[in-house]
């Protein structure tokens, strides 16, 4: 158990870093400090373990529905919320739930960390659980190269004791399982071969599509648990063992359909004696999280903020608004900040030809130039351009009132965008 | 006089395309019909054959393991490439293709990739990323990318460079140096996409490419107001 002065002085840290309005990041240092071993003093404490879900994109989406899917089934699930997706937020997150004496009242915790973290963290703690979604092509200008990616998700695969949850259909998360435990063993999730064309790898870009096969002789893969096997708007069906369901969600986005498989694996790992419909049920329930896919109105037209990091995440984002097929106004706001990466390139790997139809009605953001020469190249029209975001999105409030919206953000746009919304315009969550 | 086809060559975009470098090949085929002219984009897989009649080559960067891939496939074609740069073909290969025109590039567990040595250089991983943006001088003037790459080039002292570093690190960090050229062939470590935000760059490489065609290059006025915009801010950024 983690010692008690450490805990009193890390809740005091906290209480002045809020005052001083700052982030979580200097408490948890603070704390690491004081006490290296707290991390692994508080979390050895769960009957549970810890389930680990790293993985370029839909980390926070994932989480929480595992969270939500846990929860269901009666556990007290402990997870380090939003965004805050570091090792320090996670002792952060910590500092708030311990109590004083050093008990942390949870029975799992679900922790979801960025590929180095993650690493940092399993150095500390052994995973019981690790769940891996994908690696693509996302801030190089931090971690220089994919396969380097790949490699630190290796690292943490090597120290989960248990299970680790792998996706079949990425091939460099595939061959993860080679390196496991001596105990450990691998479940797979994926698509099946009717919707695998939807995630393409990065290096898939630029070379033919293999044909899509025909209905009738498109394969389930038997090696995984649970398959993602096909959509129709928000009905999403899923292979799970050897049964077919069909539920639907809330979440839209079909990235977070194979998301969804990838949850019903892990929990079904962690809870083996609860039914497939309790599971289901719940996650029927999952609303979107934190600015991924998060829906507000604005007099009674959804306005949605859709986070796009990286090419892979812009594309499918892109291909589930096409599918969609609704009359909006669109915007775009690309901003720079280290948080944000400051590479630009990223952009020239999506392909927006799927808004040439309709044009984009606003684009905004630090590099909301770069964003119009980019359209400028794949012939789509732009509206508007207006650096300023916050200025931007009420020019897009006025011009475009009567219609939904679809604002597509990098991270730190996202956030501004979000406060905006919320705090100044007072919109309501729309579900 | 009617405006015909101009042919580009895309080299190995399975492997190496890391960094938005299909967005150069994208600029030059557009640029090329919004001057008028039908671009034909090619594009060159391992084990495949160089077609005939290029008229301009663009390459990109990979990962360590890309570079691998394609070292041998290129050798194959060391001699049709030299060719084409004698030729005055216009070239861009950036990143990793550019290490690969070169005589070698040494990876960090020591192995050492065979170039085509199209340019007089050589270039050794170093375990410290250059990464961030940059401006570089150039005889086509401020030329503006982001660099993000670990293996530090030299170049002889007969190889010409690109440019001279405004801010970045270039070639190596040390001597200011950015990229290579030898006739209308030219490396460099800028991506972001390069091109698209150097209009005038991307027009001296279209306007050699059609002359190779053997049309004259009669250009439109093509509107560069988002790229003069885009690169004032860029030039503003933070490292």
Redesign the interface.
Known sequence: MPRKHTIAAGKLFRRLARLRGGGSALPGLLVEKLEPAFLSEALSQLPEGVILVSGTNGKTTTTKMISELLASSGLRVFTNGTGSNFTRGVVSALIESIERDGKLPYDIAMLELDEAHAVKFAEKVNPRFSVFLNVL?DQ??RF????YTARLLGEVAKRTSDTVVLNYDDPLIKRLDKQLMPNASAVYFGAHENVRHLFPA??????PAKPTPKANTAKSNQHTDVELCGFKDQIVGFRIGSKIYKTELKLSGFYNFLNAAAALTIVRQVQPRVGIDTWLKALSKVEPAFGRGERVLYHKQPIEFVLVKNPAGFRLALASAAGANNDEATMIAIN?NFADG????????VDFTSLKEDGIAMISG??A??M???M??DSVTVGDIELDVARAFKTMLTKHSGKPMRIYCTYTAMLQLRRIAEKELHMKKAI | MPKNTVNILYLYPKEMNIYGDWGNVLTVGRRLQWHGYTPKIMQLHIGKKIPADIDIVIGGGGQDSGQGLVEADLQRHANDLHKLADDKVPMLVVCGLYQLFGRFFKTADDKQLKGIGLFALETHATNKRMIGNVIVDTPFGEVIGYENHSGKTVLDSSQASFGSVKKGAGNNGNDKTEGAVFNNAYGTYMHGSLLPKNPNFADELIKHAVEHSGQEFEPNVIDDLFADKARAIAKRRPR
Do not use: F, H, P
Request: no cysteine.
């Open positions: 092509r190089l200008d220089g190269e994919i396969d990065d290096d898939m870009m630029r070379t720079d400051r590479d630009m390139s990223w952009l020239w790997d630090i590099r130039y770069d119009a020469l980019r400028q190249y």
